[in-house]
Nanobody
Framework: QVQLVESGGGLVQPGGALRLSCAAS????????MGWYRQAPGKQRELVAT???????NYADSVKGRFTISRDNSKKMAYLQMNSLKPEDTAVYYC???????????????WGQGTQVTVSP
């Protein structure tokens, strides 16, 4: 079984910062890309940032220059450093990983349960 567990969400004032963490565990053989997505109330889930196994990153235009995605392959962890937070960043943030389980040939996407980020005065 594979689990992705997010942590680090919370309530922060506009202009503040938070760091999200995502821990992958279970019978994992290999992890390709990892990413962060978010879903605000009444809106569709959207991409925030992704990072390949080799460290190549991609960001949504709305977070470029404010958010930084990183990962530690040895620990099977991904992180999202969020600076200069805005009220419109309020959402549930989900971790995603494209990974291969032990004993399985193919890769598939897995999702965490999500962590709430609220940006409010």
């Amino acid at each position: 079984q594979v689990q992705l567990v997010e942590s680090g969400g919370g309530l922060v004032q506009p202009g503040g910062a938070l760091r999200l963490s995502c821990a992958a565990s279970g019978s994992i053989l290999s992890i390709n890309a990892m990413g962060w997505y978010r879903q605000a109330p009444g809106k569709q889930r959207e991409l925030v940032a992704t990072i390949t196994r080799d460290g190549m990153t991609n960001y949504a235009d709305s977070v470029k220059g404010r958010f930084t995605i990183s990962r530690d392959n040895s620990k099977k962890m991904a992180y999202l450093q969020m600076n200069s937070l805005k009220p419109e960043d309020t959402a549930v943030y989900y971790c995603n990983a494209n990974l291969q389980r032990v004993g399985v040939v193919w890769f598939r996407d897995y999702w965490g349960q999500g962590t709430q980020v609220t940006v409010s005065p």
